[in-house]
């Protein structure tokens, strides 16, 4: 059973940076492809980031492409989500994801585990 702590959130003025931070326990961290996820108030959790078991292959969503970056550090079980350029409609709980996998996975029913969430607000 992998365990998944999710940690950086916070409120920030629209242009600002966030990052995102989420650690692994319980598996073998380079067994999963990783991905973080948001959902707004009223609205479906939508696919935000992905990254493969070494790092090498990423995929992004075309909202967040040139503005977000995810990487991750296999020696200490972390998956990062740097957020630039912030704007109000990034405003969501973003949740980090985890599915045994050699490739990333773009859509949530594929991960098999999830954290809590972490909330991020956008101030216009």
């Known amino acids: 059973q992998v365990q998944l702590v999710e940690s950086g959130g916070g409120l920030v003025q629209a242009g600002g940076s966030l990052s995102l931070s989420c650690v692994a326990s319980?598996?073998?961290?380079?067994?999963?492809?990783m991905g973080w996820f948001r959902q707004a108030p009223g609205k479906e959790r939508e696919f935000v980031a992905t990254i493969n078991w070494s790092g090498g292959l990423r995929k992004y969503a075309d909202s967040v492409k040139g503005r977000f970056t995810i990487s991750r550090d296999n020696a200490k079980n972390t998956v990062t989500l740097q957020m630039n350029s912030l704007k109000p409609e990034d405003t969501a709980v973003y949740y980090c994801?985890?599915?045994?996998?050699?490739?990333?996975?773009?859509?949530?029913?594929?991960?098999?585990?999830w954290g809590q969430g972490t909330q991020v607000t956008v101030s216009s």
């Open positions: 994801a985890a599915v045994r996998s050699n490739y990333y996975r773009l859509t949530s029913p594929e991960y098999d585990y």
């Open positions: 319980g598996g073998t961290f380079i067994s999963y492809a």
